[in-house]
């Protein structure tokens, strides 16, 4: 599991990253906040092929902040 960081937008800590067929959500249960990272148009036939092409790229978006590089 990734080392999250807070909230952006309330510094909650409550976070959890949900696996779909879609892709992957990171989420923050405190105030709703969330970023995906998704297939788009489509769905994948398993969880573990949506894991394997999203999972960082969501982990990555969440853990971006204004005062990082891109």
Not at 22 to 51: H, I, P
């Amino acid at each position: 599991m990734a080392d999250l960081k807070p909230c952006p937008f309330c510094g909650g800590e409550n976070i959890t990253i949900i696996i779909m067929l879609r892709g992957v959500k990171v989420e923050c249960f405190t105030c709703g906040a969330n970023v995906r990272s998704t297939k788009g148009d489509g769905m994948y036939k398993t969880l573990n092929n949506a894991r394997k092409y999203h999972y960082k790229n969501a982990v990555r978006a969440w853990d971006r902040r204004a005062d990082n590089e891109p």
